[in-house]
């Protein structure tokens, strides 16, 4: 076997499809970060790692899918070559493939199987470490062991149904549910639980809820979609989902929302319902409004118990996850 590793002392961050640009101004406008110093594909690297963590603190950019924290160099002469020294290294492999595709898969197929395919909700994420590689050319990779996501990649992907959900919103909650029981342990909702729901038209977010077998409270100015309007674990409420008061709503086990609104007017909405005591988890989507203030994003973040991650079905906004 003929290989060669070399460590670096660099960092480098994955963003989410189509949104390196994102991650980029995240980096630079939030923790003072200048351009990378490279690019491959989607993946930035950034040299001198300590000094780039010192400018993360104990904080990591929501736009990065994931993030190679110990990275190195690998050059090889076979695909075999580079699978057994990926191997000695540790088990779980996942690549991020922006050239040599082929070649990326041969090596990826030398290597322990891990599911990379598109999954079926619902579906608990592994608490095994997954390391990152990617190719730069036929003999060389990067890689790391240590990252920051136990997803593949750092993403996930579920199987799309094109018949039943009203909209495409509903991935989202897919994931923000499977995340939210990564992160809290908590079950998703279920049978016999109540969740009220906040801007719910046309119904994405309430038909997965539903399908779970919750009863939804859903709030809106518009109907939802005709099969939702006649189930029998809907209740639809024509209204202005943000003057209703949690008091009125009653006792809940689960606040959704993902309507449009500043995000100003979504911080009020949770700081009601948390201070009425009246529910014990919460998901809603913080939708961005031109420039990220990220003053105003540190408010969410720094409300107990909560946590602010990117979806992989997000685009110009993220996800706000809290548990009592």
């Not at 070559?81 to 898969?105: H, M, V």
């Not at 991935?171 to 939210?180: A, D, G, N, V, Y």
């Not at 109540?194 to 919750?214: D, I, M, S």
């Not at 009653?250 to 449009?260: H, K, M, Q, R, T």
Request: aromatic share 12%; proline share 6%.
């Amino acid at each position: 076997m003929s290989t060669k590793i070399r460590q670096l002392d660099s960092i480098l961050f994955l963003s989410f499809p189509d949104q390196a640009e994102l991650l980029k101004s995240e980096l630079n406008r939030r923790f003072n970060i200048p351009s990378p110093d490279e690019q491959f594909g989607e993946l930035l690297l950034y040299e001198n790692k300590n000094k780039i963590l010192e400018k993360l603190g104990n904080k990591y950019p929501y736009w990065a899918r994931t993030v190679m924290l110990n990275p190195f160099m690998l050059d090889f002469d076979s695909i075999k070559d580079a699978a057994n020294e990926l191997k000695g290294i540790q088990r779980n492999w996942a690549p991020y493939q922006f050239k040599c595709f082929r070649r990326a898969q041969l090596i990826q197929d030398n290597l322990p199987y891990i599911n990379l395919k598109e999954r079926k909700f619902p579906v608990e994420i592994p608490k095994s470490p997954v390391g990152l590689y990617t190719l730069l050319d036929e003999h060389t990779l990067i890689a790391s062991s240590e990252t920051t996501s136990f997803l593949p990649s750092g993403a996930i992907s579920f199987i799309e149904d094109h018949e039943n959900p009203p909209s495409r919103a509903y991935l989202k909650i897919q994931e923000s549910l499977t995340m939210f029981r990564h992160f809290f342990g908590i079950e998703l909702p279920s049978k016999g639980q109540k969740c009220f729901e906040a801007g719910a038209c046309p119904g994405g977010w309430t038909w997965v809820l539903t399908e779970l077998g919750a009863f939804v409270h859903a709030v809106d100015r518009a109907e939802l979609c005709e099969s939702l309007m006649k189930n029998p674990l809907v209740k639809f409420q024509a209204h202005d989902a943000f003057t209703i008061k949690p008091e009125e709503a009653g006792p809940v086990d689960w606040v959704f929302s993902d309507v449009i609104c500043y995000p100003e007017r979504l911080l009020e909405l949770i700081k009601k319902w948390i201070e009425s005591g009246l529910t014990d988890n919460m998901i809603c989507t913080i939708k961005m409004q031109g420039d990220i203030d990220w003053k105003l994003i540190d408010e969410f973040a720094e409300i107990k118990n909560s946590k602010i991650i990117h979806l992989n079905y997000n685009k110009h906004e993220l996800t706000w996850l809290w548990h009592k």
